[in-house]
Structures are given as structure tokens and as C-alpha cells.
């Protein structure tokens, strides 16, 4: 990407102005210096990479393991040595200790983020982060500025600051972020990096003193971005547990299984129920009863009343024969060499399983018979999570005390929410087959085959990953009173931008905006509140068809993350969130050549002008150097 000088130019001639006026707004909002911020950037699920920290001789493959390799995610040597490349990823199923010859640790750094797999082929496909680091540095975000916080996404919440301090560090790293820049930070997380620094906040409850909890949370944090936030889990999770999930890699799904399986990380994300909560660790603490191991689990009425655990189906469907044992489902070469004259007839056993039945346990203890696994899977679901001292993770959020919370998510892209399995007859990690899938899209349910199926699907489906009720839990973090926009996600001029003031929202319910859409047309749903809680904003953002994995690299995103921090820290602003009447061109790439007129497009902003290596008429359409001051349309 281009740096645009003209762009930056007037950046700083408004944070000389917005220095000298450094003033608070409404609701005690940061206004000053842009320089004074910071980005902090927590990752999601296997987007860190991994070094080995040890050395690893690799039999029969001239490529071994030395300190500093990488690991994950090493292409060449997963291809080339993919026994000696699981030792470096497997850990202890029951104590998360490395393997006895290989050792791995996360790597530190944006560059840990950026790409997975660096190189000319596997540098684009890898990566994750780089092209919002791309965007910041094309704005002019100088380079201490944002930081980022890679984590071993193998361990357990727990496990993270009994092994790596990693909480302790990154409540220094906000501290140091402040003493550098001068201001507070921005919280950027995606994914699973929601639920580390969910724990992160209940863990700094215990560290700081009551009376100093929200005023170190207004010190040090300025916004937080939660994208693509499985707030109730995910539903691939359980996928994963029972057939593994292999991230496109050229491994089976029983090695990927296994190595998914030996992570306490693997149940984080599992769905669990929003009307299910344990009793508070923070409260029980200053009280003196706090002794770790000692949760009281409850649910709400509606639990019971209610089917699916406030989900839209059974995630899971097990048919379990009525023969006892692997005998049931016997495999080919046993049923050639069987008398089928002597067998037994019966009929199989559905079971199905909500979600509490899968975070509590209930699912793991009913198949011991035919989950060698069950036992690990209960051991690491209470000792790691139910018994956690500081928080259980499964159990649904609240907003979190953060003056401006945004959550951002992708909707109506087909997305898994049950399954029905049943036994294969194989031995571990091949022991089951997935004999139906449901999905969820834009508000309907339907099995692999494509007959519907019966549920309470939401107003939306997911991101092709997580379920949109997982997604939009968030909305319950909004007041009663709600203001909805709905605009494309390409530039526009206004005229498709639809507007509803105050709409009523009833706590526990969703919000379904009466507004229209065309078919052809990606939009972005803006639900914002900045007056139910007094100095404090929420807003969720829905982007269409935005899938959950490249959401960060959404250049529309990327647009609106942008503005919306431009805005908060620009003196002028007259509204509690940037306006949505229009959206122009901010970069040279958002030119483009119209064919149809014979001209660049938006002729306002942009104009014809060629430079030496544009292959196209769009390469050669630029800003205007008299466009500069189109930021100030966003105020």
C-alpha cells in the first residue's frame, strides 16, 4: 500500500490542533494527540507462531528442529518430517508439560502475527495480521504504537500465567504502553483472543484493589474491538474434538485430532449456555470464602423451559447402538469374516446433547463406553475451567467495564450448528463418523442433504464459523434505546444509507432492523447506544458475508476501525459516533477506473494520474492532493 502524504499532512495539522484543545467530550472520551495511543493486538486460535526452543534430530529427513525454528507453522518440515513436527506441537493431554524431546514457545513481536508461514507461496496464505499493520502504517501509526501480545493458544487460561506469566505481562505491557505514548490503548482481539482477555480483566480484579479496578480500565484502555467474539463458543470445537480439525494442512484428520486433542485449550471455545453462570469468584474473594475448586453452577428457569440452551438446535446427535462396546460398529475386514446369520439385531440409541450438556460434562460421560478420550476430556473440562480460581470461562459475558466496548462480527454466511455422529468400529482417533451436519443461513436450518430442519434459528446465520447467536450475544450489552444504521460496505454517496432512531430493545431479545437490502449489495448493520450507561458506548457492527477468519483483513473493517478512532480523538467531533452519511475514497486504492463514464470514479476525490509502472487505468487513478480535508466529512 501507498503512504498517502497529503492524508498525513492533514493528520498532523489536526493533532497540533486537537493537542492544544486536549478537552474532554461528553462521557469522558480521550481527546488529544493520536500519537498518544496505542494498538494492542491479542490474536485468536493457532494465529501465533510457535518456535522450538530446543533440539530435535528427525530420522530419516535432513531437516531438524533447532532453537528458534519455527514450528507453527513450518510447511516444509510438516511435509517432510511430520512425526518429529508433532512432537515439537503435542503436549501433555493431563499436565500441558512439552514433550520429552521437543520444546515449543510462542514467538514475541507483530511478526509472530503477520504471517504464520513467511514466503513467497505461503507468506499470503498464512497470513493473518499484516495487512491491518499495513493499514496503520499507511496512516502514519508510528511503529512502537501497536503492540502486539502472541500467546501459546495450546494452553488453558490457567496454564497461561502458571507457565508464561502471560497475564502479568500484559498488564505491564498496558502499563508501559501508557508511560511510552502518554494515553490509553486500544484493545484489538479476534476470536479466541475475546475469551484470554475476558480473563484478563477478572484476573485484574484480583491484582488491583477494588477501588482502583475501574480506574486503571479507564487509564490504560481507551476501546475495545471484539471481532468475531465466540461469546457463547463455537461449534467447530466440538468438530474438532471428535474428528480434528486440520487447517487446510496435508494431514489426516485422526493426526490433526490427536494433536487438537493433547491442547487444555481445546475445550475453551466449546459451546455452553447463556442462561448458565457460577457464582462470582471477585465477590467471594473479598468475602473470605474464596478456596479454588469450590463453583456453585446455576441455571435460570429457562434452561429447563426452553429447548437447545438458547442455541438454535442439539449441537450434537449420537446414535449409539444397542450393543455395549466397539463390537457394535464392527469394521469391514470383522464383518467379511462374521456370521451375520448369529448376530444380534437391535435398534441404535439417539442421544443428543444441548449445550450445557456439553460444557458440564454430561456428553463426555455418556459415550465413556466408545471415547477412549472421555476420561481427559472430563479431567481437563473441571480442573482447568469449572475449578478455575479466577474464572470458568464457560459461562456467558457481561460487558466488560471498558468506556467504549464495539463488537464486530460477520453474518449470513452458511454455518455449522449440529451434528449427529455415530461409532465407526476404529480405533482411536478414528472412532467416529459424521452421519448428518446442520447449518444454519439468513434465519434457516437445514441438514447436508438440504432438508430443513425444524429449530430456533436466528434472524441471521454465523460467519461460517461461529453461530450468529454466539456472535450477537453482544446485543444484549445495548440499552433500550437503539440507534440502527445499515450503509454498504463500498464507498457510497448516502443515497442507500438507512436510518432508525431510538428503536426499543428488550433485554435477552434480539434487534431485527425493518430496513430493506439489495441483493447485490454487502452492507454493514451499525446497532449503537452511548446513553444507556453513562460515559460509556456500545456498538455492534454486522458486516455481511464477512468470513470469520479473514475478517481482519476486511479492507471495509479496516475503513471503519479507522474513522471511528480518527473521530474520537478529533476536537470537533459533534456526534458520540463518526457519521455513516457517506463513505468516500481514503487511499489511493479505493480509486478506481470507471469504464462506463470513461473516468475515475468519485471525480471529486480522485483523478487521472499516471506514474511510471501502472499496468491499468485503475492503477493510475490517485487522490486529489485537494482531497485531504474529505476526513473532515466524517466528523
Known amino acids: 500500500m501507498r503512504v498517502n502524504l497529503h492524508i498525513a499532512t492533514i493528520l498532523v495539522v489536526l493533532l497540533v490542533h486537537a493537542a492544544l484543545h486536549n478537552t474532554p467530550v461528553d462521557g469522558g472520551e480521550f481527546i488529544g494527540d493520536y500519537s498518544k495511543l496505542s494498538g494492542i493486538i491479542i490474536p485468536g486460535f493457532a494465529s501465533t507462531q510457535l518456535r522450538a526452543w530446543s533440539f530435535l534430530d528427525c530420522p530419516y529427513s535432513p531437516l531438524n528442529f533447532n532453537p528458534l525454528d519455527l514450528v507453527w507453522l513450518d510447511t516444509t518440515k510438516l511435509l517432510s518430517a511430520v512425526n518429529c513436527w508433532l512432537k515439537c506441537m503435542l503436549l501433555d493431554p493431563y499436565n500441558q508439560t512439552d514433550h520429552p524431546e521437543c520444546k515449543s514457545r510462542p514467538d514475541s513481536g507483530l511478526s509472530a502475527i503477520t504471517e504464520l508461514d513467511p514466503g513467497y507461496i505461503t507468506g499470503p496464505l498464512s497470513s493473518v495480521w499484516k495487512d491491518w499493520v499495513k493499514w496503520c502504517i499507511e496512516f502514519g501509526i508510528e511503529a512502537n504504537s501497536i503492540i502486539a501480545v502472541p500467546y501459546d493458544w495450546r494452553l488453558s487460561p490457567s496454564m497461561l500465567e502458571e507457565r508464561d506469566l502471560y497475564f502479568h505481562r500484559l498488564k505491564l505491557t498496558f502499563e508501559t504502553a501508557l508511560k511510552l505514548r502518554g494515553g490509553p490503548s486500544i484493545v484489538f482481539a479476534h476470536s479466541l483472543g475475546n475469551h484470554v482477555f475476558r480473563y484478563f480483566l477478572e484476573w485484574l480484579k484480583l491484582e488491583i484493589a477494588p477501588k482502583h479496578y475501574n480506574q486503571w480500565l479507564d487509564e490504560h484502555i481507551h476501546a475495545y474491538f471484539a471481532v468475531g467474539a465466540p461469546l457463547l463458543g463455537a461449534i467447530e470445537t466440538v468438530k474438532a474434538t471428535f474428528f480434528g480439525n486440520t487447517f487446510g494442512l496435508p494431514v489426516s484428520e485422526g493426526t490433526a485430532r490427536l494433536m487438537f486433542n493433547s491442547f487444555a485449550s481445546s475445550l475453551w471455545m466449546m459451546p455452553f449456555s447463556k442462561y448458565c453462570r457460577t457464582d462470582n469468584s471477585y465477590c467471594r474473594h473479598f468475602a473470605g470464602g474464596f478456596r479454588k475448586g469450590h463453583h456453585t453452577y446455576q441455571c435460570e428457569e429457562q434452561e429447563f423451559r426452553l429447548n437447545y440452551s438458547g442455541w438454535p438446535t442439539n449441537i450434537v446427535n449420537i446414535e449409539i447402538p444397542s450393543v455395549r462396546g466397539f463390537d457394535a460398529y464392527p469394521s469391514v475386514t470383522e464383518l467379511a469374516q462374521t456370521n451375520l446369520s448369529s448376530m444380534e439385531?437391535?435398534?441404535?440409541?439417539?442421544?443428543?446433547?444441548?449445550?450445557?450438556?456439553?460444557?458440564?460434562?454430561?456428553?463426555?460421560?455418556a459415550i465413556e463406553d466408545y471415547e477412549?478420550?472421555?476420561?481427559?476430556?472430563?479431567?481437563?473440562?473441571?480442573?482447568?475451567?469449572?475449578?478455575?480460581?479466577?474464572?470458568?470461562p464457560l459461562t456467558p459475558w457481561d460487558r466488560p467495564p471498558i468506556k467504549n466496548v464495539f463488537c464486530i462480527y460477520g453474518i449470513d454466511s452458511r454455518t455449522e450448528v449440529g451434528y449427529y455422529f455415530a461409532p465407526s468400529g476404529k480405533p482411536y482417533p478414528d472412532n467416529w463418523i459424521t452421519t448428518d451436519v446442520i447449518y444454519e443461513l439468513e434465519g434457516s436450518l437445514y441438514s447436508r442433504s438440504g432438508n430443513l430442519v425444524e429449530g430456533n434459528p436466528g434472524a441471521a446465520s454465523g460467519d461460517d464459523t461461529v453461530p450468529y447467536n454466539s456472535l450477537s450475544l453482544c446485543k444484549n450489552w445495548l440499552g433500550p434505546k437503539v440507534n440502527i444504521t445499515r450503509a454498504p460496505q463500498s464507498e457510497h454517496d448516502g443515497s442507500d444509507v438507512q436510518v432508525d432512531l431510538n428503536v426499543e430493545h428488550q433485554h435477552e431479545e434480539d434487534i431485527v432492523p425493518n430496513m430493506t437490502r439489495s441483493p447485490r449489495v454487502k452492507y454493514i448493520t451499525y446497532y449503537e447506544d452511548s446513553e444507556s450507561i453513562p460515559g460509556r458506548r456500545t456498538a455492534v457492527w454486522e458486516l455481511d458475508k464477512a468470513s470469520h477468519r479473514s475478517i481482519v483483513r476486511s479492507p471495509a473493517l479496516m475503513r471503519e476501525l479507522w474513522l471511528q478512532m480518527w473521530h474520537d480523538i478529533h476536537p470537533g467531533a459533534k456526534s458520540k459516533f463518526v457519521t455513516k452519511a457517506m463513505r468516500g475514497p481514503l487511499r489511493d486504492e479505493d480509486c478506481y477506473w470507471d469504464y462506463g463514464k470513461a473516468r475515475c470514479s468519485w471525480p471529486e476525490y480522485c483523478e487521472y494520474r499516471y506514474l511510471f509502472g501502472d499496468v491499468h487505468l485503475g492503477q493510475s487513478c490517485r487522490l486529489k492532493n485537494s482531497s485531504a480535508d474529505a476526513l473532515l466529512n466524517y466528523l
Do not use: M, W
Open 345 to 365: 439385531c437391535g435398534l441404535p440409541t439417539q442421544l443428543s446433547f444441548s449445550a450445557r450438556e456439553i460444557s458440564d460434562g454430561t456428553l463426555f460421560k
Open 372 to 392: 477412549s478420550d472421555s476420561k481427559r476430556l472430563l479431567y481437563q473440562l473441571k480442573k482447568s475451567y469449572h475449578d478455575d480460581p479466577v474464572l470458568n
